[in-house]
Every structure is written in structure tokens, then in C-alpha cells.
């Protein structure tokens, strides 16, 4: 196995320098002339004063402005960061040991970075809050969804933990708010085929052998209003949403089942009622069992009025 190429620039807000390859045929006169071709959505000038200021960076050090291309070598650089709108909500820790991080994320914090949202991310303020520089996180959360996630703290063992998740031996249970149907007979395991293409912003069911289970309960009920039990058996995008959906009850504050909703990023009211309260598993190197469980509440079950109002104070 070919071990990873150590970065021979330091993180900066927690985050690995960029690394691009070089192909090994090309007609660049200079490594300049590439990065230009290579960067579309990047400046010329503003490349022009990375390579001026040694911003980036090979394995020798600064590249010069007129440095020749090299076929097959590897520069390094930080992307410019995205104006990121900040999230006015704290993360919580729940558990943390040499190997293991546990956190209760909130409402409209990504787990990791990605497109717009980078700074604002649960991996990059732990990484940064904790000085946890090679924090990786063992599985993730929607956006929109708050609750238990799992960080891994020692790099050996990433490994373990993520293959825990990909091998589905966590108990995972979630609690969401929704309508309450008197007519729906519950529980339920609703199983279906979900389809996730990258070009479509919404996953979507059809037709085929099922790829996602999901148990329903309802726990109880008021004034009009359910709170579920939701147990997965399989992790396929936006699943616990869809099957919610499509058993007529779709979760409140969901901008995207049944119908998608363009919500401003700076809008933190009214988020989507769905809570990751449960991780139960056997820790892959003490062999203990591990169960944690959230300390959130939802809002739109303890303060109905509060969450419908927009309230988020």
C-alpha cells in the first residue's frame, strides 16, 4: 500500500493543504501556465500572487513565478475560503477519551467541509477549538440533522471505527417530529430502493431490489403531533426522510420531502425535527460495549409554539 505523501505545508483552520498532481504529458511551459489552465474558477492574478508570495509550494519549497512544468510532481497550496455565514449554534461534547470524540451536533452545522460551508463544519471547530489537528470523523450527519456524531482521535485507528459504520454493526436510533396520522399503523419497517445521482439535489425511490430499511415507531402523541422512533438498518442518503414521506408523514422543517424549499443559508429558523439521540456498538479495540446517547431535545415537540414561530433563542 502506498502510504500518503506527507503535506509540506501545515494545516491552516485545521484543514490539509490542497495537493494537486502534475500529469505526466502536457505542453505547459511552466507550472504557472497549468495551474491557469487547471484552476478555472481561480484568477490568473490571483495565482500569479500565490506563486509571488511562495504560497505554493512543492517538496523543495516555494515554487517560483516562471518555474518550468515538471511532468508527474505534485504542488501543494491553501484554497481561498469561501464567506461562510456563521452558525450560532455550539457544539457539545458528549464523550471523549484517548481514541474516541463524541459530539451533539446542532442544527445546520455540516459534519465536514464542503462547497460553501468549510469553517462553519463540526470537523473544523473541533479540530480547531480542541487543537485535535488529525481529527476524522467516523461516519456524518446531514446538515440539517442534529444529534450524535463520532470522531476519531487517534490517526491508527480510523480505520476500526469507519469500518464499524461501513459494516452496519452500530445500533443507530433517531427521533423525529412529525404529524401524527391515526390512521397509520404502527410500527412499521418500511423498505425500499433509494437512488442518489450526483447531478440531482434529492435522493428519489424506485423501482428494484430494496437498499434501505427502516424501522418506525411512534412513541407517542399530542395535540396533532407524533414523536417517532426511527431505526435504520442501512444509511442511504436522505433515507429516514423519503421513508417518512412516503408513509404520509414527512418530517416538520424537511425543505426538501415532499417539496423542495430554497432556504436562505442564514436562515436558522424552523430546522428539520430529526434527532441522532443513539450509538450502541462494540469498540473495535478495547472490545467493550459503548452506548451514548443524545442530551438535545426537539423543538418542535418541547416548544411547539416556539419552533412554528421561528423562534431559535
Not at 484552476?39 to 504560497?55: F, K
Request: aromatic content about 6%; overall charge neutral; cysteine-free.
Amino acid at each position: 500500500m502506498r502510504r500518503r505523501q506527507t503535506p509540506p505545508l501545515p494545516k491552516r483552520y485545521g484543514l490539509d493543504p490542497a495537493r494537486l498532481r502534475l500529469p505526466e504529458e502536457g505542453s505547459w511551459a511552466t507550472i504557472r501556465d497549468h495551474l491557469v489552465e487547471r484552476l478555472p474558477r481561480v484568477a490568473p492574478a490571483r495565482i500569479d500572487e500565490l506563486l509571488a508570495t511562495g504560497a505554493i509550494v512543492d517538496l523543495d519549497g516555494p515554487i517560483a513565478p516562471d518555474a518550468p512544468y515538471v511532468p508527474g510532481g505534485a504542488v501543494w497550496f491553501h484554497r481561498d475560503l469561501p464567506i461562510e455565514v456563521e452558525v450560532p449554534f455550539e457544539l457539545e461534547i458528549v464523550h471523549r477519551d484517548e481514541h474516541l470524540l463524541v459530539v451533539d451536533k446542532p442544527h445546520f452545522l455540516s459534519t465536514i467541509p464542503r462547497g460553501q460551508h468549510i469553517l462553519q463544519t463540526a470537523l473544523v471547530r473541533l479540530r480547531r477549538e480542541l487543537d485535535l489537528p488529525d481529527l476524522i470523523p467516523a461516519h456524518r450527519l446531514d446538515r440539517t440533522t442534529a444529534g450524535l456524531v463520532l470522531f476519531v482521535i487517534t490517526p491508527a485507528h480510523r480505520g476500526a471505527y469507519q469500518t464499524l459504520f461501513g459494516r452496519r454493526r452500530v445500533f443507530k436510533q433517531y427521533e423525529a417530529i412529525a404529524r401524527h396520522d391515526p390512521g397509520l399503523r404502527l410500527p412499521v419497517t418500511v423498505r425500499s430502493r433509494i437512488i442518489k445521482e450526483r447531478t440531482i439535489i434529492r435522493a428519489f425511490e424506485t423501482d428494484g431490489e430494496p437498499n434501505a430499511e427502516t424501522r418506525v415507531e411512534l412513541a407517542e402523541h399530542r395535540d396533532g403531533l407524533g414523536r417517532y422512533r426511527l431505526i435504520p438498518h442501512t444509511g442511504r442518503t436522505h433515507q429516514l426522510r423519503i421513508h417518512m414521506n412516503g408513509l404520509g408523514i414527512p418530517i416538520l422543517g424537511d425543505d426538501f420531502y415532499p417539496e423542495l424549499t430554497d432556504r436562505p443559508v442564514d436562515d436558522f429558523t424552523r430546522p428539520l425535527q430529526l434527532l441522532a439521540t443513539t450509538l450502541e456498538f462494540t469498540d473495535p479495540i478495547s472490545h467493550e460495549p459503548r452506548r451514548f446517547e443524545t442530551t438535545r431535545t426537539l423543538r418542535a415537540w418541547t416548544d411547539p409554539q416556539g419552533w412554528a414561530a421561528g423562534d431559535h433563542t
